[in-house]
């Protein structure tokens, strides 16, 4: 009998991306089970060369899959996440609810795929801002132990779902906007808010890059601060980053670490015009880094540099399907 994966959220932004990632990948003699609200039973959904009628989530555990992916908000991975692993199915999260929980891995394979364990059937996709930084500060805390880290996120519109390209589009167009994702104008416009405000004067989604980042890491005490904006881009997160090391670091040896790293391309010839763009990252799984220089501000230890990534491949869906990839390797190893 063939494996079965479940997807909740199929018709969504991430959802549709997870079924392009996961063809991609090879599962498409896999059976997809796609799963959304009771409201959207019934409907179907196109994947491969054939369409799949979606199930409601109750329907989806009765129906035993072997792995699911979810591609929805945190209440409904705060219900069904414990109900699918006490079943033995791994549910592989893509949203915040259970990133900081204990016990919980919290994982972006490239970096820490070790901590993926049979029997550990709850698993956290962190944030999409966080995905791209820790790809670049994981490689170079191996070589040389950051101490302090300064990152500023101008994120784009697709990262508040439909409602946010929504939003961007029909101001684009001066048509009247209909139930907006943002309290101000986006298109044409920088939003210095990204999720709710804190009482510490930091957003969720800057405290999200923060705590995460620790997490992955393994530091506990990393000083790092972030700033998130949303820009009006369809897609794309860009991060400036700043980081302090312990030891002193060049330039160079930032180039050769980075440009040896598993996942991340080099586009750093800013006088022949070559920076990474949002743009351009566009349906790319890679994360692309650029702009390297000293940070003159910490001359010696201090390295400033600019990320650019695909919010929805690596940001999301491709994570998940990497983290699905290591279960299913892992899975066949204990079976072996």
């Known amino acids: 009998m063939g494996k079965r994966i479940g997807l909740i959220g199929a018709s969504g932004m991430v959802g549709r991306e997870m079924m392009r990632v996961l063809l991609e990948h090879g599962y498409g003699d896999w059976e997809l089970l796609p799963a959304a609200s009771e409201r959207s039973s019934g409907r179907t959904v196109r994947y491969g060369s054939g369409e799949r009628a979606m199930l409601s989530v109750k329907e989806l555990l009765a129906s035993r899959p072997d792995y699911v992916l ?20 791994y549910f592989i999260d893509n949203s915040s609810a259970w990133r900081m929980a204990d016990g919980v891995p919290l994982v972006v394979p490239e970096i820490n795929a070790r901590r993926l364990a049979r029997g550990k059937y709850i698993v956290a996709n962190p944030n999409c801002s966080t995905i791209q930084l820790v790809m670049v500060l994981a490689p170079l805390h191996a070589a040389n132990p950051i101490r302090r880290v300064h990152v500023s996120t101008y994120q784009a519109v697709s990262g508040s779902g439909v409602k946010g390209l929504r939003q961007m589009e029909q101001e684009r167009l001066g048509e009247p906007v209909e139930e907006p994702a943002y309290g101000y104008r986006i298109d044409q416009n920088c939003i210095a808010q ?40 369809r897609r794309g997160h860009s991060e400036a980053v700043s980081i302090e090391f312990t ?5 160079g040896e930032v180039r050769e670490i980075l440009g040896s790293s598993a996942g991340v391309v080099l ?37 400033n540099l600019w990320v650019v990534s ?15 990839d290591s279960v299913v390797s892992l899975c066949a190893c204990a079976a072996g």
């Open 247 to 251: 030891r002193p670091i060049s330039v």
């Open 310 to 324: 695909d919010n929805l491949r690596k940001g999301a869906a491709t994570n998940a399907v990497q983290i699905l």
């Open 267 to 303: 586009v750093d010839e800013p006088g022949k015009g070559a920076v990474p763009t949002a743009l351009e990252s566009e349906g790319h799984d890679e994360v692309y880094v650029g702009r390297i220089r000293e940070d003159l501000a910490v001359p010696g230890i201090g390295i």
């Open 194 to 233: 990204c999720d709710s405000f804190q009482e510490n004067g930091y957003t969720k989604e800057e405290m999200k890059v923060a705590n995460e980042t620790r997490k992955i890491l393994e530091i506990p005490d990393l000083l790092i601060s972030a700033t998130a904006v949303r820009v009006p881009v």
């Open 70 to 89: 979810n591609a929805t908000e945190a209440e409904v991975a705060l219900e069904w996440g414990p109900r699918f692993a006490a079943e033995g199915v």
